[in-house]
């Protein structure tokens, strides 16, 4: 036979009574298995009261555990909430039936009148405020209360615990993450996360991007509209590619979604509203255009995922910060209708293109867009592209930007800069940990999965399309043009391809023309080219060409 351990019951269901010397043998008893759930808790129960200071060293509460009163007065939360909201079918595998029928006894009157707040009042929690009258009710709580706080995790504890928040909110009782533990007491931030986890299905889109629910944060939502400096207006290229879902024919899920997925960022973990979220960041979309992306994206099926890495990026720019400080620039350079001489540009391009365009407006708003993290169309209307097909153009010719070029925009962006004092970076993207992306399951590619190196090889020696060359590296044009912009690629026919040549170099042919006094020939044999070219390149760079014969100084040909 099984040994029995006994829970004994006080005679008016209410506080214990003050010792009366009666024989306890003679108190009636309900037996319970001894390897069952309720006799292991009670034994935990005995081996930690002998102990009272050691930590409760359970995986829910981190590696150094928690002190005991913390554990017990979660304990007393989840209990409670069991004795109010649970019914017998959710206890049944709990206890033996004998002690289910007297909880059940004890909840269908558990309070005497005196231990009511408000004479003639029954409130749906009053559980909360006492603790139980029968012993059969504190046990079969307290173990439904373990088997929650004993999990692995916070997401196992949420698991454990979404059936208990489930009967909470078939009550009526309002839920949101803020409320769903029981009135009175406080709670330890792990179970605070699990109750909130337990919800995730639950609640509403935004709602799981402020409480980091992806992550399992133990951490509530506060003031985090500090990060709005460090954001872009429109999310880093790198990481909107990656999060960015598309259909089928590549176009992203949603309009302006780089921007939506930026709002989206400063919104992990943060209380502000969507409309001030919307108006740090600096771009002009409406809250419901947030409200409705973010919903979009906890349909997709990576939704998880997306969440899950804006909270980590998020959570990196609070603790790392950003080299950007990308508010400061938004406020210089936003209202400011040209970032380049168009003279300079249009000579670059006499040199570069066989069809070179006059109008340097393309030029602008890559300064503009490089320099703020702003897309395009929202930089001076002088230059901002204001139709569909101008965004199109633009977009095409970030992709099929020269080298040569990208190297003047550059130069021209860093003078601005330090005209402003701004010692900062051009340009800047966070990166995560690969231990923090493992395992996760994102739409868009990786765009480190193909090197530039792969990409020059495999770019034709003149003109071609995006989509070939995504079918060639087989991957998605999004990140073929994203690869592009990145890398610029060197993709015009032969002679421009030696025009550009000349147009980097020419700078130190000069120098040693007019510095070492070096003659075109020597130049043009260190170069591997012909002496033709050193001299029309520096006739065209306005360079005064001595005359022909010996010259004082300059080394003589053997």
Same mark, same amino acid.
């Not at 017998?88 to 269908?108: F, G, H, I, N, Q």
């Not at 002009?284 to 804006?310: E, K, Q, W, Y």
């Given at each position: 036979? =099984? ?26 008893? $309900? #037996? ?13 129960? %005995? ?27 979660? $304990? ?13 079918? %959710? ?32 409130? !749906? ?12 009710? *504190? ?11 004993? #999990? +692995? =995790? ?24 803020? =409320? ?78 780089? +921007? ?18 919307? &108006? ?10 947030? !409200? ?23 959570? &990196? ?7 950007? @400080?990308? /508010? ?12 380049? @001489? ?16 006059? =109008?340097?407006? &393309? #030029?602008?708003?890559?300064?503009? &867009?490089?320099? *703020? ?33 990208? +190297? ?49 090889? /495999?770019?034709?020696?003149? @003109? ?57 020939? *020597? ?36």
């Amino acid at each position: 036979m =099984n040994a029995a351990i006994s829970i004994a019951l006080a005679p008016d269901g209410g506080p214990r009574p003050p010792r009366c010397h009666h024989p306890l043998t003679d108190v009636p008893v $309900t #037996a319970i298995p001894a390897d069952g759930d309720l006799a292991e808790v009670q034994r935990f129960i %005995d081996t930690a009261f002998t102990a009272p200071g050691r930590p409760v060293r359970w995986p829910l509460y981190g590696l150094g555990g928690a002190p005991l009163k913390v554990v017990l007065r979660d $304990t007393k939360t989840l209990g409670a909430l069991v004795l109010n909201h649970a019914t017998p079918d %959710d206890l049944s595998p709990l206890a033996p039936p004998a002690v289910l029928d007297r909880l059940e006894r004890y909840r269908a009157d558990p309070l005497p009148a005196g231990s009511q707040r408000s004479l003639g009042i029954r409130r !749906s929690d009053l559980h909360s405020h006492v603790a139980p009258g029968d012993a059969a009710a *504190t046990a079969v709580a307290v173990t439904a209360a373990f088997r929650i706080l004993r #999990a +692995e =995790n916070i997401r196992s504890a949420a698991r454990a615990a979404q059936w208990l928040t489930d009967r909470i909110a078939a009550s009526g009782r309002p839920l949101h993450p803020g =409320n769903v533990v029981a009135p009175g007491g406080a709670t330890s931030p792990a179970l605070e996360a699990t109750l909130r986890c337990s919800r995730e299905s639950k609640l509403m889109p935004v709602a799981r991007l402020r409480h980091r629910t992806g992550v399992d944060s133990t951490r509530p939502p506060t003031d985090h509209n500090d990060r709005a400096r460090v954001l872009p207006t429109a999310l880093w290229p790198q990481w909107a590619l990656r999060l960015t879902p598309r259909h089928a024919s590549g176009r992203p899920a949603a309009q302006r979604a780089d +921007e939506l997925l930026a709002v989206a960022c400063l919104l992990a973990g943060n209380t502000t509203p969507i409309h001030a979220a919307v &108006h740090l960041t600096g771009t002009t979309v409406s809250s419901h255009n947030v !409200s409705t992306f973010v919903a979009t994206l906890t349909r997709h099926p990576n939704g998880a995922d997306i969440l899950r890495t804006l909270i980590l990026l998020a959570e &990196h720019l609070d603790a790392h910060g950003a080299p950007i @400080d990308y /508010a400061r620039r938004r406020a210089l350079f936003t209202a400011r209708p040209q970032f380049i @001489d168009p003279r300079a540009w249009l000579e670059l391009q006499r040199r570069l293109r066989s069809n070179p365009s006059p =109008n340097p407006v &393309h #030029a602008q708003r890559w300064l503009f &867009h490089t320099l *703020t993290g702003s897309p395009a169309h929202l930089a001076h209307p002088r230059i901002a592209p204001a139709t569909p097909a101008q965004r199109q153009h633009y977009q095409r010719f970030r992709w099929r930007i020269l080298p040569a070029e990208a +190297e003047l925009l550059r130069h021209a962006a860093r003078r601005l800069l330090d005209e402003h004092g701004i010692d900062e970076p051009l340009q800047w993207t966070p990166q995560l940990p690969d231990r923090a992306l493992h395992g996760l399951q994102l739409p868009g590619p990786d765009p480190h999965s193909i090197s530039p190196e792969r990409l020059h090889q /495999a770019v034709p020696s003149s @003109d071609f399309s995006v989509a070939q060359l995504a079918r060639t590296l087989e991957t998605t044009t999004a990140h073929v043009a994203y690869l592009l912009s990145e890398h610029p690629v060197d993709w015009s026919p032969p002679g421009f391809r030696r025009t550009q040549h000349t147009t980097t170099r020419v700078g130190q042919w000069r120098t040693w023309y007019e510095v070492d006094q070096l003659s075109l020939q *020597t130049i043009a044999d260190r170069e591997g080219t012909s002496l033709a070219t050193i001299r029309l390149a520096l006739r065209k760079g306005g360079t005064q060409l001595r005359p022909a014969g010996p010259h004082q100084g300059r080394p003589r040909r053997k």
